[in-house]
């Protein structure tokens, strides 16, 4: 086309903005479309095109501009500059506004995605048709870098699937959704995943790879391992601490505890230690299955509350036992050797049952302080009188299967009222004291000693027959002399006075038949001057 063609009514025709310039910026002719573009120059604006336009239209050139419309909106023009003849330029321009902003929306789709699946998951992936990485989102994952992971297999880091069907989601064929893995990561810690994938497919469904999204869940797998770990402890325990509430005998109550606990522990024994009262060390009190050398388990805990060791063929684990802060015994289980280590949930549910044992040693504690003291006088410490009949009848049931004999001594002291009114009830009782002593001298371990009330004493002797209750009583009378120092006055001393009744063997009489007995030979000792004494045998035998 001739430039001199290049008018208004020519230009008209090009759909965009058209206008011929000189090279100094004088407009030669333009269309409608061209006033944008003729406003922006006159306004010092379209630098671009004002620079092509200087230039010349020796060779093609193309800007963009962005231009205010008649409706007040702005137009994304691009602009080509063609030669037109002489100083003159050919201006032609093309509406890309839609096409900016499509792109535009296309660059904002793809950050908003990119964004919801770096929120969504904590990384991205996709495998070729080889199963190996080709991408992984540039932060990496399971603390390697994406470019560690790219062109590796999945495989090799893959630990576990976690419900063990079907493919890994790597190598999915079908789309999944929170498939549940577990992985290597770099440390060589394990780590949770939970896998959405879909399936890469050409043409015929020919699988090409897979692609999904990858979120680390392990500190909730964790947590929920802990709970249900803490769950199964408390449901152990519970198990435990009923067993030993079961038990209406104390000392049961130890025994079903020490089998509980090495069933719930999985131990091959289990022993409970208590301290006693009377004794400042650990003594046995319960015991179920096997168990090592427990003397360097318990000379442990001069220094510290636990112990665990592998020593000698066993796996020891134990702990003290307290009440109120204070240590009254100890716990300990035993595994051979060939079985697995303790570990830490064992070390916790221990901890525990040590509490519950340390509340069961304090109960029986209790409950023998308050037998012994419904049991023993309080003064003397000796048995009183409920617990001593007690005690003659169960054994004179043995003795009469056994057909062995046995004796009953009712001690009696003579004028102890005057030791009261003459020197006050402090030496009376230490006058009871000294009768106490003097008994527990000429008696056996297993001979019983009794206060039955006031200056009433009472000795069984076991398998005690005639001649040796005979030698008993004379010994007894001999050392009477000690308690004359506690005399009222020299006219009333402080004596005894023995009232026996020996039981024979083959003998069929009651234990009632027997108590009545030493009563009347003590009557009769009474009746006859006091500070003797008197033996009364079964009928058919002789007395002194």
Known sequence: MEVANLDAAALSVYPGPAAVFETDGAIVAANSRAEPLRAALARGQALGVAALIRRGGGQPQAVVEVLANEDGGELAVEFVTLPAGGRRVLVLGRDVTLERKLRSALVESRQRYKDLVDISSDFAWEVGADGCFVFVSPKGALGFSADELVGSQPEGFLVRDGDGQGSPPFATKIAVVDVEVWMRQADGSEA????????????GGTWLGARGVCRDV?????????????????RLLSYIVRTIRDEVEPADMLRAAAEATARVLGATGCQIFRILPEASDF?????????????????SFLGSDHYESDAEGWRALASVTRYRHSINGALCVWRAAARPAWGDDDRLLMDDVANQVGLANEQIANHERILRLSRTDSLTGLYNRRAFFEEIARRYQRLSRERQPAALIYCDLDNFKWVNDVHGHQTGDEALLAVRDMLLRHTRPADLVARLGGDEFALWLDGAGEQAVRHRCEELMDSVGELERFSGSPERPLHLSLGVAVHVGDSSETLEQLVARADRAMYEVKRDGKGDWRLSMPPGGTGA
């Open 192 to 203: 949770c995943l939970l896998a959405s994938a879909r399936p890469i497919r050409g043409e």
């Open 218 to 234: 392990t500190q909730e797998r964790l947590r929920d391992a802990a709970l249900l770990r803490a769950s199964n402890r408390e």
């Open 283 to 299: 003594a046995l009190a319960a015991q179920f299955g096997d168990a090592g050398d427990e003397k360097p388990v318990l000379d």
